[in-house]
T-cell receptor, first 112, second 107 residues
Framework: KAGVTQTPRYLIKTRGQQVTLSCSPI?????VSWYQQTPGQGLQFLFE???????NKGNFPGRFSGRQFSNSRSEMNVSTLELGDSALYLC???????????FGPGTRLTVT | KNEVEQSPQNLTAQEGEFITINCSYS?????LHWLQQHPGGGIVSLFM???GKKKHGRLIATINIQEKHSSLHITASHPRDSAVYIC?????????FGAGTRLTVKP
């Protein structure tokens, strides 16, 4: 089985722009979770999607949003980028939330 | 106080040594995850456990729900075990992570 894939792997954006990151889960997995990792804050949970619905949400501002498509692929969007949004964004998938998660390689976003 | 505390923060060991990494959390949970992150950034889920003990090869994870504590042990450590080890616990609708333990195993 192919693993979780994330595109793009690296991205450089300017403050004020918006960005969309994509995550393709392992075939058959219906839950996709997104995480942000920064040197200062470590790993933080953004949100989880299951069957095209946001099921859980972490403590992030509304500039961070996501969606999931019928094929379980997920996108996350960050609008009005700030320097502090520079981070590694990871997605993880599993069959149904409560099970062991499989992580993608991450998208490294740099905001200048 | 962080809701998920890991110790130690950094750990250097000689190849072959027995390693223990600890994780304590502050609220009741249904399960706890141990993750491994290599220098390139990729994360691998090592264990998800809700009680007792699990073993994969040289890795052993234990959890004591009453004491709100989990340990990750590595037997016969090897330089390829060098990585950051992170524990994670679901809390309500959120997932909280420890700050990680950076393990370096020297040959």
């Amino acid at each position: 089985k192919a693993g979780v894939t994330q595109t793009p792997r690296y991205l450089i954006k300017t403050r004020g722009q918006q960005v969309t990151l994509s995550c393709s889960p392992i075939s058959g997995h219906r839950s996709v979770s997104w995480y942000q990792q920064t040197p200062g804050q470590g790993l933080q949970f953004l949100f989880e999607y299951f069957s095209e619905t946001q099921r859980n949400k972490g403590n992030f501002p509304g500039r961070f949003s996501g969606r999931q498509f019928s094929n379980s692929r997920s996108e996350m969007n960050v609008s009005t980028l700030e320097l502090g949004d520079s981070a590694l964004y990871l997605c993880a998938s599993n069959w149904d939330g409560g099970y062991e998660q499989y992580f993608g390689p991450g998208t490294r976003l740099t905001v200048t | 106080k962080n809701e998920v505390e890991q110790s130690p923060q950094n750990l250097t060991a000689q190849e072959g040594e027995f390693i223990t990494i600890n994780c304590s959390y502050s609220v009741g949970i249904s399960a706890l995850h141990w993750l491994q992150q290599h220098p390139g950034g990729g994360i691998v889920s090592l264990f998800m456990l809700s009680s007792g003990k699990k073993k994969h090869g040289r890795l052993i994870a234990t959890i004591n729900i009453q004491e709100k504590h989990s340990s990750l042990h590595i037997t016969a450590s090897h330089p390829r075990d060098s990585a950051v080890y992170i524990c994670a616990v679901p809390m309500g609708n959120d997932m909280r992570f420890g700050a990680g333990t950076r393990l370096t195993v020297k040959p």
